[in-house]
Nanobody, 127 residues
C-alpha cells in the first residue's frame, strides 16, 4: 500500500499546517493509517494513527492536544491538522498503513518495512 504525504511547508512557531495523505489506485476505506516523522539527526518516529472507520485515534504525548488526525473516506485521504507548532516539530512527515490500536503509537515504526519510505513532506517551524 503506497501513500503520498503532502502539505508541508515553512511556518512560524505557534502556527498551523494541515498535512494530507492520499492513496492512488485503491481505497483507504479498509485501512488504518499512521503518521510518522523524522527530525534532522533523529530516528523516524510514529506520532499518530487512526482506525479504518475513523472511530479511534491515538497520539504520542508530545503532540496530543495540538495535532488531530482525521480520515475522509469519500476523499480517500487522511489528514493531520497540526496546531501550535513548535520548532521541535520540524521534520519530514510520512504516512503509512499501520496496525492502529494493536500496538502503541511509539511501536508503530517497527511494523513498517525499511524499504517502504518515500519522500515524505517537509515541515519547518521557525522560532
Amino acid at each position: 500500500v503506497q501513500l503520498q504525504a503532502s502539505g508541508g511547508g515553512l511556518v512560524q512557531s505557534g502556527g498551523s499546517l494541515r498535512l494530507s495523505c492520499a492513496a492512488s489506485g485503491f481505497s483507504l476505506f479498509y485501512y488504518n493509517i499512521g503518521w510518522f516523522r523524522q527530525a534532522p539527526g533523529k530516528e523516524r518516529e510514529g506520532i499518530s494513527c487512526i482506525t479504518s472507520s475513523g472511530g479511534r485515534t491515538y497520539y504520542i504525548d508530545s503532540v496530543k492536544g495540538r495535532f488531530t488526525i482525521s480520515k475522509d473516506n469519500a476523499k480517500n485521504t487522511v489528514y493531520l491538522q497540526m496546531n501550535s507548532l513548535k520548532p521541535k516539530d520540524t521534520a519530514v512527515y510520512y504516512c503509512a498503513e499501520v496496525p492502529c490500536g494493536a500496538v502503541t503509537v511509539t511501536n508503530l515504526i517497527e511494523t513498517i518495512p525499511r524499504h517502504y519510505w518515500g519522500q515524505g513532506t517537509l515541515v519547518t517551524v521557525s522560532s
